[in-house]
């Protein structure tokens, strides 16, 4: 942070430093420092798609959804093929319940990158949450494929599973999942399920 600091001071607009100490901010939690650097930033350089998607970034983690989605949106109109800024609004678009346009942004996300399994494992539990289990697993193996240690698809294939009456298939992912699952509150609600499953 010092260095970056010293490198700003001798050249107020050395972009690169500013965003550096702005990440390096945001890394300590420190969104109120860094949210400064990221839109000094994009005074200097309104263009910067990283400066956006940063910016973006920090304000969600504020809560400020909405002001994120519009940076987000900026970062897409200078890079439109930007595959993780796509998964980002729609995580941000699922968080406030625009579901549609959330599984919108996780395919354009796919399309640009096929192999991006987070994409594909959000898209299954969409398909999952509206019923479509064969859909919904052909999305889940496409994300474990991609990354065979994704934890929530492999807790949506375990899910498909039970639904099939294939309980034994089903607790075997489980138990997979919450080894691979770090989130603690999606690993206890794997382990509702295993509990429930086990009875």
Request: proline residues 5%; aromatic residues 10%; glycine residues 6%.
């Amino acid at each position: 942070v010092k260095a970056y600091r010293e490198a700003i001071k001798r050249d107020p607009s050395y972009v690169a430093a500013r965003l550096k100490l702005g990440v390096a901010y945001q890394d300590q939690g420190q969104l109120e420092m860094a949210i400064p650097q990221y839109r000094e930033v994009l005074k200097l350089r309104p263009d910067d798609a990283f400066g956006h998607t940063n910016l973006a970034c920090a304000l969600a983690e504020q809560g400020k959804i909405e002001p994120a989605i519009e940076e987000y949106k900026k970062a897409l109109q200078i890079n439109p093929n930007d595959a993780e800024v796509y998964f980002a609004l729609g995580g941000l678009y699922e968080n406030k319940g625009r579901l549609d346009l959330a599984k919108r942004q996780y395919e354009e996300a796919l399309r640009l990158e096929p192999n991006f399994a987070p994409a594909a494992t959000a898209i299954g539990w969409f398909l999952y949450d509206k019923g479509q289990d064969d859909f919904a697993m052909d999305y889940f193996s496409r994300a474990l494929k991609a990354n065979p240690e994704d934890a929530q698809a492999t807790f949506g294939v375990g899910r498909i599973y039970e639904e099939k009456r294939k309980p034994e298939l089903a607790v075997q992912h489980y138990q997979r999942a919450l080894a691979l699952e770090k989130d603690p509150d999606k690993k206890m609600r794997i382990l509702n399920f295993m509990d429930k499953l086990l009875g």
